[in-house]
């Protein structure tokens, strides 16, 4: 079983511009969260999709958004780069019935430099 | 909130030697808790959890067990390996959040294991 993917890995970027990440969870996981990971704040929670639904959010500016397709990939947007968007983007998806206990399965990031 | 606080390490020992890593929470609610464990350019993998009071969860030789009375899930390891050397985080699951998903991840430990 393939496991959770997401491109670009690398990607590099300047002041003021705006980036595009994607993730395709595992095989018949619904679920997709989205996660920050710098060294200062270490691991953040961005969102939550379920069923092409934002079911959750975490502490980020609006212009941190995402959505979520009918086959369950997801995409998360970043407009108006700023420096401290330099960061490690984690998605994770999880079956539908997992709730609060299951287990999340992350992707090995998008890495994202902002110039 | 909810928060999760760890030993920021790093943490160096010898191969077999005994690991404890420390980790306390607050939370408003009854999270789950969780170890995940993150080797270089991967992405995190659930290490082990434990969802109520009492309860132990254990996997390849680690272990950690959900102290309700004084807040925490500390990691031991008996025997530690090589292959042990890894970034550790703890977290639990966001009892705030109406859907119970998210996760707030500790700051991580790195741990270095040498021959």
């Known amino acids: 079983k393939a496991g959770v993917t997401q491109t670009p890995r690398y990607l590099i970027k300047t002041r003021g511009q705006q980036v595009t990440l994607s993730c395709s969870p595992i095989s018949g996981h619904r679920s997709v969260s989205w996660y920050q990971q710098t060294p200062g704040q270490g691991l953040q929670f961005l969102f939550e999709y379920f069923s092409e639904t934002q079911r959750n959010k975490g502490n980020f500016p609006g212009r941190f958004s995402g959505r979520q397709f009918s086959n369950s990939r997801s995409e998360m947007n970043v407009s108006t780069l700023e420096l401290g968007d330099s960061a490690l983007y984690l998605c994770a998806s999880r079956p539908a019935v997992a709730g609060r206990t299951g287990e999340l399965f992350f992707g090995e990031g998008s890495r994202l430099t902002v110039l | 909130g909810d928060s999760v606080t760890q030993m920021e390490g790093p943490v160096t020992l010898s191969e077999e030697a005994f690991l404890t890593i420390n980790c306390t929470y607050t939370?408003?609610?009854?999270?789950?808790l969780f170890w995940y464990v993150q080797y270089p350019g991967e992405g995190l993998q659930l290490l082990l959890k434990?969802?109520?009071?009492?309860d132990k969860g254990s996997n390849k030789g680690f272990e950690a067990t959900y102290r309700k009375e004084t807040t925490s899930f500390h990691l031991e390891k008996g025997s530690v390996q090589v292959s042990d050397s890894a970034v550790y985080f703890c977290a639990l699951s966001d009892t705030a959040n109406q859907a119970g998903t998210a996760l707030i991840f500790g700051k991580g430990t790195t741990l270095s294991v040498s021959s």
């Open positions: 434990a969802t109520k009071a009492d």
């Open positions: 939370a408003t609610g009854y999270p789950s």
